[in-house]
Nanobody, 115 residues
Framework: QVQLVESGGGVVQAGGSLRLSCSAS????????MGWYRQAPGKQRELVAA???????NYADSVKGRFAISRDNAKNTVYLQMNSLKPEDTAVYYC?????????WGQGTQVTVSS
């Protein structure tokens, strides 16, 4: 089993930055990929950024050039650096891990970008 805990959310003004962290615990070996998703009220959950076990990166078009995903394997932690934040980035951000064909989700952290 994999447990994921997100942190770093909060309220920030438009144009500001936040750094989200996702710490994994439990059975953390053989995680194939990890990613960040977000869900705004009344909208579907969408992929924001992902990183594979070998370091390949993928970003949603809406955040490309502004967000950066990275990981620290020694700390079992994945980060999402969010710059130039926009009000439309407001959502609950969730960390996801894929291991052994199963999906694991964190509890989510709220990000609110004020105008």
């Amino acid at each position: 089993q994999v447990q994921l805990v997100e942190s770093g959310g909060g309220v920030v003004q438009a144009g500001g930055s936040l750094r989200l962290s996702c710490s994994a615990s439990g059975i953390t070996v053989s995680i194939n990929a990890m990613g960040w998703y977000r869900q705004a009220p009344g909208k579907q959950r969408e992929l924001v950024a992902a990183i594979s076990s070998f370091g390949r990166l993928n970003y949603a078009d809406s955040v490309k050039g502004r967000f950066a995903i990275s990981r620290d394997n020694a700390k079992n932690t994945v980060y999402l650096q969010m710059n130039s934040l926009k009000p439309e980035d407001t959502a609950v951000y969730y960390c996801k891990a894929i291991r052994g064909g199963y999906d694991y989700w964190g509890q989510g952290t709220q990000v609110t970008v004020s105008s």
